[in-house]
C-alpha cells in the first residue's frame, strides 16, 4: 500500500505539493473562499486566485523536470470540495484588464499541465464547480467519491462564461449540443451524470480516507516497474495533440511516436518478456 506523502506548500500558501515513494506527484488544492490560504484545521472550497495559479504552475513544473514522477494526482484539501472555482471576491476586486490577463495565465497553466508527458489524475474528492471542473478537465483522467458533490459550469449565473478553457474542453469532451446546453443553462451535475456522459471516468463508494487511498493505489498500476511510463507519455501525446490535426497526420505523428519506443529499452523488456512469457520490468528508458 502507497502512504499519503508529506505535503509542502507552494510558494503562496495555496496548493500543497509531494511525491510518494513510488513516484505519484500530489498536487492539492487549499484556500478558503476568498482565495486565501487556509487557516490551521479548516477545509475551504479551494477556489483559486492569479496566486494559486502560479502556485499550481509551479508544483506543475516540478513533476515535470522530476524524473522519479511518473503520474500526478490533482486533488481538493478536505472533503466537500475539490474546487468551486476562481475567487469571486477577487474577480469583484481587480481591472477587466487584469480579468483578461487571468484568464490568459490560467489558460497556459492549465495546457502546461495538459501537454505534461506524464498521466494526470484529476481525484474529485468534492464539488468541482465553474474553474473547479475547468482544471478537472485539463487532466487525463477524472475520479470521483460518489455522493461527494457535484459538477458544473455555471458561469453563465455570473453573466460570463467558463473562460479557463471551459467551452472548449467541455465541448471536445461531452460534443457541441450537450455542452452547450449544460453552460447556457448552468445546470449541476451528479457525478453520476458525469459518468454517462464520459466526463467522469471511474465513480467509487467508500469514505474521504478510503478515497485518497484508492486513488494512490489505483494510481500506482501506471508507476514503474509496472508500466512503461515512457510510452504513457507518449500515447498521451498522441490522444492530446493528434485531435488537433487532420486524420492523415494523426497517423503520421503516431508513427514517429512509435519509432521513437522501438529504439527504447522498455521497448526491448516489453517484447523480450512477452516472448519469455514473464512479468515485464520497467525502467523507464
Not at 112 to 140: F, S
Request: with cysteine; proline share 4%.
Amino acid at each position: 500500500m502507497t502512504n499519503w506523502p508529506e505535503l509542502e506548500a507552494m510558494p503562496n500558501k495555496l496548493v500543497n505539493y509531494g511525491v510518494t515513494d513510488n513516484g505519484i506527484a500530489i498536487i492539492e488544492l487549499a484556500s478558503d473562499s476568498s482565495g486565501a490560504p487556509l487557516e490551521e484545521g479548516a477545509m475551504g472550497p479551494n477556489t483559486y486566485t492569479h496566486e494559486m495559479m502560479r502556485d499550481i504552475d509551479t508544483a506543475v513544473v516540478k513533476a515535470r523536470f522530476d524524473d522519479d514522477v511518473h503520474v500526478i494526482v490533482m486533488i481538493g484539501h478536505g472533503e466537500k470540495f475539490f474546487s468551486a472555482g476562481a475567487s469571486i471576491d477577487m474577480l469583484n476586486s481587480v481591472t477587466p484588464g487584469f480579468k483578461y490577463n487571468f484568464c490568459l495565465h490560467a489558460n497556459e497553466t492549465l495546457s502546461r499541465l495538459e501537454q505534461t508527458p506524464k498521466l494526470v489524475i484529476a481525484a474529485l474528492n468534492g464539488h468541482a464547480v465553474g474553474g473547479g471542473l475547468e482544471i478537472a478537465m485539463a487532466c487525463d483522467i477524472r475520479i470521483a467519491r460518489k455522493d461527494a458533490g457535484k459538477m458544473g459550469l455555471p458561469e453563465i449565473n455570473l453573466g460570463v462564461l467558463a473562460g479557463t478553457g471551459g467551452t472548449a474542453r467541455l465541448t471536445r469532451l461531452i460534443g457541441k449540443a450537450k455542452a452547450l446546453e449544460y453552460m447556457v443553462s448552468g445546470e449541476l451535475l451528479a457525478f453520476e451524470k458525469g459518468v454517462e456522459l464520459n466526463l467522469i471516468n471511474h465513480l467509487w463508494d467508500g469514505s474521504a480516507a478510503d478515497f485518497r487511498q484508492d486513488i494512490l493505489d489505483w494510481a500506482g498500476q501506471f508507476t514503474l516497474p509496472y508500466k512503461a511510463t515512457k510510452a504513457v507519455g507518449n500515447i498521451k501525446r498522441s490522444c492530446q495533440s493528434g485531435p488537433e490535426m487532420p486524420f492523415e497526420y494523426h497517423l503520421a505523428f503516431e508513427r514517429e511516436l512509435q519509432a521513437a519506443l522501438f529504439n527504447s529499452d522498455d521497448a526491448k523488456e516489453g517484447i523480450a518478456a512477452y516472448t519469455e512469457r514473464r512479468t515485464p520490468r520497467f525502467t523507464g528508458n
